[in-house]
Nanobody
Framework: QVQLVASGGGLVQAGASLRLSCAAS????????VAWFRQAPGKERDFVAA????????YYADSVKGRFTISRDNAKNTVFLQMNSLKPEDMAVYYC?????????????????????WGQGTQVTVSS
């Protein structure tokens, strides 16, 4: 049974940092491209960042570029999202997602339909 467990969310002040983790089990993690999406109340689930399975290429939403960093540790079956200089508009539930051996065009990494498995989400709250 495949599981993606997101953790690390919390309540922080604007300008602070958080590191989210997505721990995977039940799959060969090194063969999966992994992404983070986020969903604020009343809004769609939007792409945040992704990292490829084969060469660790990374992609970011324009809104987080330069502030967030996605990375992976295949030995620990975990993907991380380091979030710095957090803003109130970053407040959302953050979800991780995995796509088997996906290495297509960058635009498809930003689409929810690309991903095979999803985690349960972790809440990030940023106070101003």
């Amino acid at each position: 049974q495949v599981q993606l467990v997101a953790s690390g969310g919390g309540l922080v002040q604007a300008g602070a940092s958080l590191r989210l983790s997505c721990a995977a089990s039940g799959l060969t993690f090194s063969r999966y491209s992994v992404a983070w999406f986020r969903q604020a109340p009343g809004k769609e689930r939007d792409f945040v960042a992704a990292i490829t399975w084969h060469d660790d290429t990374t992609y970011y939403a324009d809104s987080v570029k330069g502030r967030f960093t996605i990375s992976r540790d295949n030995a620990k079956n975990t993907v991380f999202l380091q979030m710095n200089s957090l803003k109130p508009e970053d407040m959302a539930v953050y979800y991780c997602a995995a796509a088997l051996m996906y290495s297509g065009a960058s635009k498809y990494f930003r689409q929810r339909g690309t991903y095979d498995y999803w985690g349960q989400g972790t809440q990030v709250t940023v106070s101003s």
